[in-house]
């Protein structure tokens, strides 16, 4: 594989404290607007060669529990030819820089993360820049000792002339570069890349780096930052969607010890980007403790705004009125809705999905200290962007003359691409003078998330008389906070999208749309569409093939048909394969014996999605007890994203993915009662422990493209329409409104 | 004036004695190992060993540690010699996000103690701690080995 370098590119070496640094700068990526939003990024991560002869990667994105602190490392020391246990990760400062034509770029590679686009945005340049450095670093050695470069190869952090036996140490040639520069790559160097048969770190089980700080409790989270002489400021949110503060009466807060400011936050006006900020009133004190305590004397009288009344139930009832009446006609091939009447057998089901808060592990929480024309911020990141382009608008100031540090991150799921932690902490530095940490509690992070949307699905279709599908018509209902003139489309792909499966497999295919304003806040989670479309259609597949009879592996298999490439245009597109979906579907029934006999009250149910570029599908197996208490007895996963870097890493995420989904479909939802968040912590908000974990999940990765994909959203959708699939098998009830909660026992 | 011990060191504390251990080992004593999850004793993030016990310090007001070895993460090691639940955690790289992993740890570490071959029933009733990232599959396989490990030493 050759690679032609992009014609500003140009490496930059420099020596520092005997250490060599290779620094790439600038490439452009070709889709980088998709993962950071707001800019196009240019490349220039760091590679230092240490007199020790160990690596240090400069890793542009944090560590949000995706693994990339790892997967990074391992393609730098696959293409140079260097130990991956000599290679160590350092987070680089998160830092925008004025472009001299204009406009912005990332410091250090694109910044972001998210949307399952890290891995794969980095993977080129980072390749890029080990394998340029290894051809230097060959080309000094040849001319050290006077042979062709073609003779030598790298490994082990040794330049190595096989026919002779010599061995250099990168770190040896390193230290010669003071002395001799290496010469300026040109714009139209090509670089060989070394051939994926002949890879030894990528593709193999490769320990997560770091995992040795958790353990000992030396990581640094977000949460543990700090900045000197830095006060710590909670802050009391409107509890009412959009509400506001009417009154405030903070005299017994002033009163407790060590606070020193109290300060009503009105929203700033600057236009923010993914970052509604709440009304509230924050305290501000010497301890974290104090103005928690004095926090809770505050007396506060909330307007509350114009979601007054609103409940999620309330909307369910509507959801369902409006259906009533076809919605905005979203995708149609063939006769469309239409056709369902002229056919024998109809299948009408309808699936309700309910709000879903983040709640990371590690709650919302951001240090700031906003000068008047600069400020330094320590954060857990995540779409670090997001951060710094709404702190330069909230503050007034340049967006380059922010310094970030992003800490290890505690978990996002999505919630952190939203900046409103960071706005908040800005503005309450801004109003003390001083540096401020903001932490905030479980309760402020479940009342004031943005929230999966609550959705509401209508499927029809139409069975022909061998058990193929004539007709097949979806009508959607989301309610989201956009308002005004909405970009439906836009805002329809949290749930659905014109592509989306099973298009173009039915011959007359319609969806129609409704879209609700109310003021929830929402935004994406773990896979924003497809865990709501997957659960709505692969359990909407499950029933068709209960009716027809038919197996519902075999009836997937042929709605998915021959091996082809569908369109698909968006995430992960522009298109899909039937082929690889089927692959995926296949391994995990195999694996998971399916066919094979089940006894009474033991049920085995199947899924299959394609999300953002991967495929997945698992196969769940539960058992019930006569009062039909589910105990899941094992998942078989089954998850195809292209190139495997990092076996690991991937069947990590496989295996949290399906938990979550399970931990999902069982008990958690979000209620929203009289404009307000009824769910307010972990006592409510019910997530699974171990013992609902089944004993057994069981992973088994395809490698079935040569690109790489994004591993972390892909394992979630597919659990739940699985889940219940089982369950029916099992017990005879049908699950169609999530969470499963205690459905089954009525 | 309250006197307790953090992994082995006396420690003295005057101020409110209202305020739960976990600030206290956070913000007073530098331990940032021991985490905030949700305060009302749910998650088991900020879980520590109290008297050989463990407890989730968010709940816990200082006050009532008067006497007390607390021991948190950073204390669990034997000097340079992990815990078997820290070696096990690294064998079977247990941690995604890793913000919880602290706490399973210190919960495994104290059912290991009173227990040096648990069940999975037992890891059931005793492991409770919240993980955000589903990573309980391996949690579970990290105990059993970090019972084994316990036991090899031991023998």
């Known amino acids: 594989m050759n690679a032609i370098f992009d014609r500003r590119r140009f490496l930059q070496f420099s020596l520092a404290g005997g250490a060599l640094l290779i620094a790439d700068a600038p490439l452009r990526y070709a889709r980088a607007s998709e993962s950071s939003g707001e800019f196009l990024g240019d490349i220039g991560p760091y590679l230092k060669i240490n007199p020790d002869n160990t690596l240090v ?324 990141g995540h779409s670090c962007g997001g951060m710094l382009v709404n702190l330069s608008r909230a503050l007034g100031i340049e967006v380059t003359s922010i310094n970030m540090i992003s800490l290890r991150t505690g978990g996002s799921f999505g919630r952190r691409l939203r900046a409103d932690m960071a706005v908040e902490a800005g503005l309450i530095s801004r109003k003390v003078g001083a540096p401020v940490k903001l932490v905030w509690t479980r309760e402020d992070d479940m009342g004031a998330d943005w929230y999966r949307p609550q959705s509401r699905h209508i499927l029809h279709a139409a069975l022909t008389d061998d058990g193929g599908v004539s007709a097949w018509a979806h009508s959607a209902c989301l309610a989201t906070s956009a308002s005004g003139d909405v970009d439906i489309p836009d805002v329809m792909r949290n749930t659905v999208w014109v592509d989306n499966y099973p298009r173009r497999l039915v011959d007359n295919f319609e969806v129609d749309v409704h879209h609700i304003s109310w003021a929830t806040p929402n935004g994406p989670w773990r896979a924003p569409m497809p865990t709501q479309h997957a659960f709505v259609v692969e359990s909407f597949i499950n029933e068709l093939a209960a009716e027809a009879k038919a197996d519902p592996l075999e009836f997937r298999l042929r709605l998915l048909g021959e091996t082809r490439d569908m369109p698909y245009d968006d995430h992960g597109g522009p298109t899909y394969n039937t082929g690889r979906w089927a692959a995926v579907l296949k391994k995990a029934a195999n694996e998971a014996g399916w066919g094979g006999r089940l006894r009474r009250r033991q049920g085995r149910g199947i899924a299959g999605y394609f999300t953002f570029g991967s495929y997945c599908a698992v196969v769940v197996d539960v058992e019930a007890s006569r009062s039909n208490d589910i105990r899941v007895t094992r998942i078989v996963v089954a998850g195809d994203a292209g190139l495997i870097v990092n076996p690991n890493g991937f069947k990590a995420q496989l295996e949290g993915g399906v938990l979550d989904g399970l931990s999902t479909a069982l008990r958690l939802k979000v209620d929203v009662e009289d404009g307000r968040a009824v769910q307010q912590n972990f006592d409510t908000y019910q997530f699974m422990r171990i013992a609902d974990a089944p004993p057994v999940v069981e992973t088994h990765l395809i490698q079935g493209a040569d690109e790489v994909h994004g591993t972390g959203e892909i394992a979630t959708p597919p659990l739940a329409p699985a889940l219940c699939d089982a369950i029916y098998q099992a017990t005879g009830k049908r699950i169609r409104k999530l969470p499963i909660g205690d459905q089954l026992k009525a | 004036m309250v006197q307790f011990t953090v992994n082995g060191k006396t420690m003295n504390y005057d101020g409110d004695a209202d305020m739960p251990l976990l600030w206290y080992l956070r913000e007073d004593a530098g331990l940032k190992g021991t985490k905030f999850g949700c305060g009302i004793a749910q998650c088991g993030a900020c879980t520590v060993h109290l008297n050989g016990q463990a407890f989730r310090s968010c709940v816990v007001p200082i006050a009532s540690v008067a006497g007390a070895d607390i021991v948190t993460i950073e204390g669990l090691a034997d000097g340079e010699n992990l815990h078997p639940a820290q070696e096990a955690w690294i064998e079977e790289d247990v941690p995604q996000c890793g913000y919880c992993q602290a706490g399973q740890i210190m919960a495994t570490a104290e059912l290991l103690s009173r227990n040096d071959n648990p069940s999975d029933e037992d890891i059931d009733a005793n492991i409770t701690n919240i993980c955000r990232c589903g990573t309980y599959y391996r949690i579970r396989k990290a105990v059993h080995r970090a019972a084994e490990i316990k036991r090899d030493r031991e023998s």
């Open chain 1, 57 to 380: 990667l400069g890793a542009p994105s944090p560590e949000i529990g995706s693994g990339m602190h790892t997967s990074l490392p391992m393609l730098i020391a696959e293409e140079l030819g260097a130990d991956f246990a000599t290679v160590s990760v350092k987070q680089m400062p998160i830092k925008l820089l004025t472009r001299p034509e204009g406009g912005y770029r990332w410091a250090y590679g694109v910044q972001g993360g998210g949307g399952s686009f890290t891995l794969r945005q980095n993977w080129q340049p980072v390749r890029h820049l080990a394998a340029v450095t290894r051809n230097i670093l060959i080309n000094a050695a040849a001319e050290e000792w006077s042979v062709p470069a073609g003779e030598l190869h790298t490994e082990e952090n040794h330049v190595v002339h096989a026919s002779s036996g010599r061995r250099l140490a990168f770190s040896a040639i390193a230290s010669r570069a003071a002395a001799k520069p290496f010469p300026e790559v040109t714009p139209d160097q090509e670089v060989d890349f070394k051939d994926p048969s002949d890879y030894s770190i990528i593709g193999k089980w490769q320990r997560s780096k770091g995992v040795e700080d958790v353990v000992t409790g030396k990581a640094m989270f977000g949460i543990d930052g700090e900045l000197p002489g830095m006060l710590h400021a909670v802050m009391s949110r409107s509890p009412y969607f959009k509400g506001s503060v009417a009154s405030v009466d903070d005299a017994a807060a002033r009163a407790v010890p060590g606070v020193r400011h109290i300060i009503t936050l009105d929203p700033p006006s600057a236009e923010l980007s993914n970052s509604y900020i709440a009304a509230g009133v924050a305290v501000v004190a010497d301890s974290l403790w104090a103005a928690m305590k004095a926090r809770r004397l505050l007396e506060i009288e909330w307007d509350k705004g114009e979601g007054a009344g609103e409940s999620s139930e309330a909307l369910f009832e509507q959801m369902a009125e409006i259906q009533k009446e076809p919605g905005l006609e979203f995708a149609k091939d063939g006769e469309g809705r239409a056709a369902l009447s002229s056919s024998g057998k109809v299948v009408e089901v309808t699936y309700e999905l309910p709000l879903l808060a983040h709640a990371t592990m590690e709650p919302m929480n951001c240090t700031v200290h906003a000068r008047a024309d600069s400020a330094d911020v320590v954060a857990p």
